[in-house]
């Protein structure tokens, strides 16, 4: 039978027909309610592997767009294939096939929008709740078990999605999702607003000082970003352990302690993770500032990726291209290298793909990623599309018995006056 015309089925204990109605779903099994007599049966649905998609802040501005009203460019043609592309994603989407998990990391970036909430129901509506970590707790775990492979643990050293993605990864999709927006603070947006002011002027220094006329090979630049983070850290957990004594002399107030600084927590993250291997507590603290400060930290794929990609994008600028990145480009490697190893396909920007797939980055990332942007379209539609194609006609019944005949519609009146439908 096809979706279009999938009834409810009979309730099995009163016989009324087409009575037997979905009542709940969860990651794992549904429930059916009868409308007649009230009986209640569970039944078990089948374990999923979702293809997991990361999309870039702007393909999911676009989308937005592309199917809201209340936006400026709505209606405009070249928004068509953005439109286009939510139909053919939301459908991967409830088909069960694909999740596209929303990050801290996008959530940042969407703050300085006039449109964030209408960018966030975007965001869940294609993540099904599935989120990622930050990219500060991704890092931790990359470093935590690469502390671990050195005693011999067995451990890769990214760990699993279902490590750093929070929700119903490869579970069944609840019908319903509720969710709170808590819109961050005027100061706060001002803050972020300020912060991207300040890392474009940063990034023009670095262009200028160091990208320009510092005649590094490929290897160099990326030992010496690996270097530059272990030296940051150090810095900065110096830093944390002044305002430390200080607040403990009463020669600082309290207020001033910060005890999810992030040089603060990488630093007692690895420490933890040597003395959870047999190492004592005060060589645990010289092994973590010795381990911190040395090459061995690019074992990590997040700092390994991100040394890589601004080593990439160092000797652009030694081959002529002298303009220097955009402040979002940080916030574009900060995904990129958190995130990638976790994903069967990423959209990033034009100048990102072009990093990642050029060699020697291409061949020494080490994941099998697909990794898609503007410049090849086609081939991202192609991919979805053969999503779509491999999807069994049995698990597409499953879904309209699940969800019901009309579930894999696109929901393209989400923004709509008094849309409550997915």
Known sequence: MSPSTTPNPDCPKCNAPGAFATLTISSRQYGRKCRRCGHVAYIPLPALRKTV??????????????????TRSYGRPVLERWRDLFRRVDRLCKLQLLVCPGSPTRDHESAVSPFQNALARMSGQLSGGSRFHSSVDVRLLQL????????????????????????????????????????????????????????????????????????LSFDEWVLEETREFGRLLKFHYEQFLEVVGGVFARRRPISELNLDDVAYRTINTIRRSF????????????????????????????????????????????GGQRRPPRASFVHDVQAISSYLPYCGAMFVDNECRALLTEEPVCSR??????????????????????????????????????????????????????????
Not at 300 to 309: D, K, T, W
Request: hydrophobic letters at 40%; charged letters at 30%.
């Open 144 to 215: 935590d078990r690469c502390v671990r492979r050195r005693f011999g643990e067995p451990v890769d050293a990214a760990g699993t999605a279902e490590e750093v993605i929070l929700g119903p990864l490869h579970g069944w999709t609840p019908k319903l999702q509720l969710s709170v927006e808590f819109p961050y603070s005027a100061d706060y947006v001002r803050h972020l607003r300020a912060t991207r002011l300040r890392t474009q002027a940063l990034l023009e220094q670095l262009n200028e000082s160091r990208w320009l006329r510092e005649p």
């Open 275 to 318: 003395e959870e291997t047999g190492v004592g507590k005060e060589e645990a603290k010289e092994r973590t500032l010795a381990f911190v400060t040395s090459d061995e930290v690019g074992e990590a794929p997040s700092i390994r990726i991100n040394s890589m990609l601004y080593a990439a994008r160092a000797r652009k600028a030694a």
């Open 53 to 70: 998609l990361y999309l870039d802040q702007n393909v999911v501005s676009d989308m937005m767009k592309a199917i809201n009203p209340a």
């Open 365 to 422: 990332l080490g994941y099998p990623t697909r990794v898609f942007s503007k410049s090849n379209w086609d081939a991202f539609i192609r991919f979805l599309d053969d999503l779509l194609a491999a999807c069994r006609p049995d698990h597409r019944d499953l879904v309209a018995q699940v969800y019901g005949a009309d579930w894999e519609t696109p929901f393209e009146s989400m923004f709509a006056e008094g849309a409550t439908g997915r």
